[in-house]
Each structure stands twice: as structure tokens, then as C-alpha cells.
Nanobody, 122 residues
Framework: VQLQASGGGLVQAGDSLRLSCASS????????VGWFRQTPGKEREFVAA????????AYADSVKGRFTISRDSAKNTVYLQMNSLKPEDTAVYSC????????????????WGQGTQVTVSS
């Protein structure tokens, strides 16, 4: 399963961005997809996850109420809508996929896309 993350950029605090995680795999709709972020010198941090059927979602406490994860099965794409961005949201954001449900456990994800840089200026 190949994943392609996109949508990052440079924004100001309070702005919004929408990240996309797309796949050409026909079975993509069977996978839980998670978003993670990482800054230099720090471990990868869980951001949000959505189950294959969109019935379950999970968020890190730091983004609850500001970020929304969703998926469009027809487009084989998972989105991360990020509102009210803060400078501390600055990171490289990556998406990952796994069969079955999981959320924050980075070690359980089997497939990873390349990251997209999000920079939030104050």
C-alpha cells in the first residue's frame, strides 16, 4: 500500500490547512489510517486516526477540537482538517495505514507515506 501525503505549507497562527493522504491501492478502504507528526530531535507523535469504515476516530489531546480526520472512499483519500493552527503544530506530518483498528501505537502501522511539512508562524 503506497501512501502520498500532501497539503502542507507555511501559514500563520490561527489559520487552517487540510492535509490529504491518497493511495492507489484498491484495498485502501480496508485500512485504518493514522496521521503522525515529527519535529527534529523528537519522537514521532500520534495526531489522529480513522477506521476503515469511518465509524471510529481518535485524536491526540493536543489537537482535539481543532483537527478533524475524515475519509472519502470514492477518492481513496483521508483528510486531516487542521484549524486554529498554533506554532507548536509545526512539524512534518505523515500518514500511515494498517489493517484492523489501532490509533496511537506507531509500531502497529505497516505502511507509511512520505511527510509533508507544516510550518505555523506566530
Amino acid at each position: 500500500v503506497q501512501l502520498q501525503a500532501s497539503g502542507g505549507g507555511l501559514v500563520q497562527a490561527g489559520d487552517s490547512l487540510r492535509l490529504s493522504c491518497a493511495s492507489s491501492a484498491r484495498t485502501f478502504s480496508s485500512y485504518t489510517v493514522g496521521w503522525f507528526r515529527q519535529t527534529p530531535g523528537k519522537e514521532r507523535e500520534f495526531v489522529a486516526a480513522i477506521s476503515w469504515d469511518s465509524t471510529r476516530t481518535a485524536y491526540a489531546d493536543s489537537v482535539k477540537g481543532r483537527f478533524t480526520i475524515s475519509r472519502d472512499s470514492a477518492k481513496n483519500t483521508v483528510y486531516l482538517q487542521m484549524n486554529s493552527l498554533k506554532p507548536e503544530d509545526t512539524a512534518v506530518y505523515s500518514c500511515a495505514a494498517v489493517l484492523g483498528w489501532t490509533d496511537y501505537d506507531v509500531d502497529k502501522y505497516d505502511y507509511w507515506g512520505q511527510g509533508t511539512q507544516v510550518t505555523v508562524s506566530s
